[in-house]
């Protein structure tokens, strides 16, 4: 099944950038994706404090997914729309897919990447990375993420190093630069 075809979103309006993050125009999700088109998108990881560490939200993504369903990732990671400052965008996004708010929001680097998966789909991204704080208990989305684990620094790196294909394709990317930041 062409899950691409079911999303509710592959109309939505992403932003395609140049090698430097500059907008250079808009195109709806699918034909983005579809096309392999180099768009901005944001990768979000929560974090929270447990006694002497703080630990990392994990969440898995659904399976309805069009990519990378039944794979672990960062807490939440989306596009913003056009005219949205990148936090509000994960502001948003947080809110939509985890259920909650969140604090002490930053942006802590960037990268791109580009991933081809099955049904022809492929991502091709400017992705910025923003570590928040965790304001409350999550309430997930079941449309967006079947499971979520909270894990340290230290279990994460090992998890990425032992089990990387249990993880999404962006996620050795945005961890690595998270786990230098925490």
Same mark, same amino acid.
């Given at each position: 099944?062409?899950?691409?075809?079911?999303?509710?979103?592959? #109309?939505?309006?992403? +932003?395609?950038?140049?090698?430097?993050?500059?907008?250079?125009?808009? /195109?709806?999700? /699918?034909?983005?994706?579809?096309?392999g088109l180099l768009h901005r998108a944001f990768s979000a990881v929560l974090v929270r404090d447990a006694g002497a560490e703080?630990? +990392?939200?994990?969440?898995?993504?659904? /399976?309805g997914k069009y990519h %990378? %369903?039944?794979?672990w990732a960062n807490s939440c990671c989306s596009h913003p729309r056009w005219g949205e400052e990148l936090p509000d965008a994960v502001f948003r996004r947080i809110r939509e897919?985890?259920?909650?708010?969140?604090?002490?929001?930053?942006? $802590?680097g960037s990268f791109m990447y580009r991933a081809e998966f099955?049904?022809? $789909?492929? /991502?091709?991204?400017?992705?910025?990375?923003?570590?928040?704080?965790v304001e409350e208990e999550i309430s997930p989305d079941p449309a967006e993420v079947s499971e979520t684990r909270w894990i340290t620094a230290e279990e994460l790196a090992r998890e990425l190093r032992e089990t990387p294909r249990l993880f999404s394709a962006w996620?050795? #990317?945005?961890f690595s630069i998270v786990l230098k930041t925490l």
């Open positions: 099944m062409d899950k691409m075809k079911i999303d509710p979103a592959r #109309s939505d309006q992403l +932003i395609l950038v140049d090698g430097m993050d500059r907008p250079v125009g808009t /195109e709806s999700k /699918e034909k983005t994706h579809r096309e703080r630990e +990392i939200l994990l969440a898995k993504r659904a /399976e %990378s %369903s039944g794979l897919e985890l259920g909650c708010g969140v604090s002490d929001l930053n942006e $802590i099955a049904d022809g $789909i492929t /991502e091709y991204e400017f992705d910025h990375v923003f570590v928040g704080t996620a050795y #990317s945005v």
